[in-house]
């Protein structure tokens, strides 16, 4: 019955929902007191490289295929190859299992990069092991006394009841800000980071430095890197197109460092690829690969959204780096390209939430869409849309480019709620229609409200899926009433 | 006195020009009685492989550097590797110089391309020769009775005067309407061809037969391309992405088979690129590779379009496949992501003519921008505006997917001219600030009015410059009644 309370308890607070009614937006004139926007320098301990020859550093996983039974276990060494093995098991310090992987390393302008390693942990490489779902696992890296050990959890079987608490983070870079972000997502009780691009800043330096500031952050966000994973996506500070020094691969670092799961959903490019987890199905867009008509990740776009099955992943989650949607002058309209391609496909299989990042504050438009935009005649600009979804832009980690703090005046009618302050979101899934929504503003001190509201799915929530879903509870109380 | 002659001529002419005066535009009920669109079987003649062992085939050139200085020598040889050196001089039989280039080759799901030879000629690799302009080099490839012959006119010293011909072909494939299409260029008396993608259609095949029919286009087009050179731009049929049969890296065929000069203009990819010939500087773009703001081809425009100096080289021309206006059913606002990213430059730096292919049948634009569209307020649509360079699709090559014939009705404000029929077209630049542009329908048999007009250069054009070019003139007929 606990269910059907928690439906009465949110009907009263949904009658105040922006789902259902389009409001003039809100510009908050709260200013995130922020540090200064300056990188940690190098020989803070945020920064500290692990005790002992050769330690494992910069440890980060993510999932490792498309439904949540595999991990890929990624970090560094910096003296010598080392080895690419995991142990790993359900107890801690008894490691049953182990797992081996790839090493990799490449150069950037003169730097070297350390021994790269990355391993896909699936339950595969040994036969007595079965994955179990929603698990904490231990696990090991590294050789002697400068072997270290972690722990990841491993997700709740996708199904379309399935709770999950995400965190959302973008444009992070290295700052005392960053370490704010960093460590309020950490108290958030959030399971898996959904990252929006910009990760490093390392191509703010020049030449060598370039290298040495992808391996400080890498050790920077280890303490929640490795324990939970964060789902990539790149942005444009990943691409590191620098003809100065020869350098002109894009994405070449990021690459090398930050696997994703792109085979087990046949893409082509670790730049673009889904997964399911828990009720959500997160597609990973890349807002710098080709995305025009006829292009890989249109081809592969197209199928995947076909994939999608809302009965089992309730939740359709977009990640991208540049919004489509965004009011701040700060990169206004770069979402054209985009929205013009897949605005369409978008609103016509109801995605629920896209998150973006890019623009250094925090905004929230209502749903809305402007599809029947027309370079000849037509409608032209954004209309109210129920079947749009919610574009959350969260550019707002913190990095040293700072805040965004000029937004176009009067507040466009697409545009919800801004605020230019540091922070992160939070998305806690409830069951198959509803999810809380928060931005959490970072350093408040004191209570304040930041943006909230409960985010209802696109899907379950038409009139003919809501029937559907009553004659389910109905028929779900009448079963257990009769066991009774 | 003849080039002021010409000036009063033209000056009556172009009272009724298009530039001064946006009219309704025309669409033409004219359709092409065309051949079927089937490609031309395999065994015809115009596919017939050059008789000898290892007779090399698919012979083409482009120009090699910025500036006109240098040629690219392409062919392929089907049984063995042979030689990657060309014989070239200026008397024909008698080949003074050597040049040595490289071979590659590659595979397609189970087809093994022939052995590629690229080969460079720049007149570097001899210190006896200094290369010549405007001149006829004949050249020679393969050995024994193998061997085979060629010529190649280089282009004139690039300046603001100079004239030039050139043809604009897209969309060409390999069926009856292809050859129609290639053979009317080669009596246009035009000089190079700008083309503007979709090149053999071999993407329509499958398996082995994709690489086979990239074989037989490179023949069919050697009339041509073995002496003009072909001035490349990739299409959505170059893309060849076919997860079915495992290949997903795009452009694999067209980049191992068609080189352009990247490098000379600082270009990373030898998608995008620059070069300048006789009065024009060409802008190749790709609208299949990334070009929003961060990426590579973005960062190279940017610094390409601060290079050109209309002084040196007045005419601005850009080549890209999917057009940025188009009012054909047919690809309709495809060209959007495109238009939102670049428009504005194309104004601001003035471009005169824009040549596109990708919709199969011919359009032309009134000088008209959008750059004021704003997704939040502002102008929302096309307006007249005479620093908008004139957009020209040229798709209508004649390949087997048949003609586009259904425009939106009514026609939109912006277009000016179109029709769905099988041609190419010609640019035949006269001075500085005046070129004749004409398409050419394919085969009709008696005279027929089709589009043409006057090109009036836009920064030539303007009143500034026009006192500039007064004064000019005027010193040098001073100068010249002074010499008698």
Redesign the interface.
């Known amino acids: 019955m606990k269910s059907l309370l928690f439906q009465l308890i949110l009907a009263s607070f949904v009658l105040s929902n922006f789902d259902n009614n389009v409001n003039a937006g809100h510009t908050s004139v709260f200013v995130r007191k922020e540090w200064p926007s300056e990188d940690i320098p190098l020989d803070h301990e945020v920064f500290a490289v692990p005790t002992g020859h050769n330690a494992p550093q910069q440890v980060h996983i993510t999932q490792g295929d498309y439904d949540g039974k595999a991990v890929i276990i990624s970090w560094v060494t910096p003296d010598e190859p080392g080895s690419s093995k995991v142990q790993y098991g359900t107890l801690k310090g008894k490691y049953e299992f182990t797992a081996e992987g790839k090493m990799t390393n490449y150069t950037f302008y003169k730097y070297n990069s350390g021994y790269i390693h990355h391993v896909l942990v699936d339950g595969l490489e040994v036969t007595i092991f079965t994955w179990e779902y929603d698990t904490k696992f231990y696990y090991k890296i590294g050789t002697g006394d400068s072997a270290r050990e972690f722990w990841f959890q491993t997700p709740p079987k996708i199904g379309p009841d399935v709770p999950y608490k995400f965190g959302i983070i973008g444009d992070l870079g290295q700052t005392y800000n960053s370490l704010s972000t960093l460590e309020h997502y950490m108290q958030s009780g959030a399971q898996t980071v959904l990252f929006v691009g910009d990760l490093s800043y390392a191509d703010r330096y020049q030449y060598n430095d370039v290298g040495i500031r992808w391996d400080s952050w890498g050790r920077f966000v280890e303490k929640s890197t490795a324990y939970h994973p964060w789902i990539w996506s790149a942005g444009?500070h990943e691409?590191e197109?620098m003809?100065y020094m020869d350098e002109?691969?894009?994405f070449k670092s990021y690459l090398q460092r930050y696997p994703t799961p792109h085979l087990s959903c046949?893409s082509?490019s670790p730049m673009w690829y889904a997964i399911r987890r828990a009720s959500a199905h997160i597609i990973v867009l890349s807002?710098?690969?080709?995305?025009?008509?006829?292009?890989?990740q249109y081809?592969w776009l197209s199928e995947e959204l076909m994939k999608v099955d809302r009965e089992k992943t309730p939740w359709l989650i977009v990640l991208m780096h540049?919004p489509i949607?965004n009011?701040n002058e700060a990169h206004f309209?770069?979402g054209?390209?985009?929205?013009?391609?897949f605005e369409e496909w978008f609103v016509h299989h109801k995605v629920d939430v896209i998150f973006a990042g890019h623009v250094h504050a925090y905004e929230r438009s209502y749903r809305i869409s402007?599809i029947r935009?027309?370079?000849?005649?037509g409608e032209?600009?954004?209309v109210p849309d129920k079947s749009a979804p919610v574009y959350i832009t969260v550019g707002d980690g913190g990095n040293q480019e700072g805040l965004a703090g000029r937004f176009?005046d009067p507040q466009?009618e697409?545009s919800a709620f801004r605020e230019a302050s540091y922070g992160h979101s939070t998305l806690e899934i409830q069951n198959r229609t509803h999810a809380f929504y928060h931005w959490n503003r970072n350093d408040d001190g004191k209570k304040v409200a930041t943006d909230s509201f409960v985010l209802h799915n696109q899907y379950w929530s038409s009139n003919l899926r809501r029937r559907k879903l009553k004659k389910h509870h109905l028929s779900s109380v009448l079963k257990r009433i009769a066991s009774y």
């Open positions: 444009n691409i197109y003809p002109v691969v894009p046949k082509s807002s710098y690969s080709p995305f025009v008509k006829y292009t890989p081809e540049m949607y009011s309209m770069e054209e390209s985009m929205r013009a391609v402007n935009y027309n370079v000849s005649s032209r600009y954004p176009l466009p697409y």
